[in-house]
């Protein structure tokens, strides 16, 4: 973890040295995790609401975690259909730029993918795909391993394009594991930034790791860092894990994390992922999915400030512009 620390200071360092460099090589844990369990939620065919405060920026809430295969990509799927069943309108954008798997959660061969807008074939909104489920998804360019370290031009118009989201109420990011530019630039922009983990002592590690990398390059980003614990055989075994991960945050890193909730191990999550449908579509009232929908229910009830938009908080964190 130091190791990967020092290489995501030096990134950071070229950052602010430099306005407006791209970062130069990306080390990326990419890793698709959606044979892993993490989500749910049941939708109804409610019409979405309007954007938090009558406004016109979305909420970003970024998932991200320090290793592959802790739930991530189900996480941010089933998160989604529960706030649909919030009457949201939610779009899942898969940001695991080189391995994408949202799509084959859903059972989806999408014609285009953020390869096309990255290449500036497509605008996002012409590769956006409504779902069976009420929600949207943007994919991945799975397979394109290159466009994981964009260049500079490549990145402000990605940017721009993103901004144009902002008439939906929520966009939930499912990132690459691990720490490379890019997750740390995708965690920059949102308003809710979600660390999952498993009790498992690597997954808690490596989490930590993410966290004490965030706290010493972000200090000066207004964002909400919050701890979701996957694969919890009971609330005991998960508020343990949760509690170890906070105390350490708050005495060693000065940084507070809030404890958002836990998932139940649950079987039908891995059963779900076998049929390709989320598992909240699957079993509404299986453990793991009244564990998602609670989760939801509870960050719906804590509204961020009003965002700027994506594309502001971007250009602030790459020193391209004022953020306004």
């Given amino acids: 973890m130091e190791d990967q620390a020092e290489k995501l200071r030096e990134i950071m360092r070229q950052k602010k040295n430099v306005p407006g460099d791209a970062p130069g090589d990306a080390e990326s844990d990419v890793s698709g995790d959606a044979g892993s369990d993490t989500s749910g939620a049941d939708i ?5 609401i309007r954007a ?5 920026k979305a909420r970003i809430i970024t998932v991200t975690s320090g290793k592959g295969g802790v739930g991530k990509t189900n996480l941010s799927v089933n998160m989604a259909l529960a706030f649909a069943r919030l009457g949201k309108k939610v779009v899942v954008m898969d940001a695991d730029l080189g391995l994408a798997n949202v799509n084959v959660m859903l059972n989806m061969i999408p014609k285009y993918n953020l390869y096309h807008v990255i290449k500036k074939q497509k605008t996002i909104k012409e590769i956006l795909v409504e779902t069976e489920y009420g929600i949207s998804i943007v994919a991945g360019a799975s397979g394109f391993s290159q466009i994981a370290n964009m260049g500079e031009e490549e990145r402000q118009d990605f940017i721009n394009e993103l901004d144009t989201l902002s008439n939906v109420d929520i966009i939930i990011i499912d990132t690459s594991a691990g720490v490379s530019s890019n997750v740390l630039d995708f965690i920059a922009a949102a308003d809710d930034a979600v660390i999952i983990t ?3 002592p690597t997954a808690i590690t490596d989490a930590y790791g993410i966290i004490k990398i965030i ?5 000066t980003l207004d964002m909400s860092l919050k701890l979701v614990v996957n694969r919890a055989k009971s609330a005991a075994d998960a508020k343990n894990v ?12 000065n940084l507070k994390v809030d404890y958002l909730g836990f998932i139940y191990d649950d079987p039908a999550v891995p059963q779900a992922v076998l049929r390709q449908k989320p598992f ?7 453990k793991a999915s009244i564990s998602v929908q609670h989760i939801v229910e509870r960050m719906d009830r804590t509204r961020p400030r ?10 602030k964190f790459f020193g391209r512009g004022e953020g306004a």
């Fill in 44 to 48: 109804s065919g409610e019409k979405p």
């Fill in 52 to 56: 938090r405060n009558g406004g016109s």
């Fill in 198 to 200: 498993t009790p498992e």
């Fill in 215 to 219: 706290a010493t390059e972000y200090d």
């Fill in 242 to 253: 949760a509690d170890r991960m906070i105390n350490i945050a708050g005495q060693f890193l």
């Fill in 280 to 286: 909240m579509v699957v079993d509404p009232r299986c």
């Fill in 306 to 315: 009003e965002s700027r938009g994506f594309g502001a908080m971007l250009r």
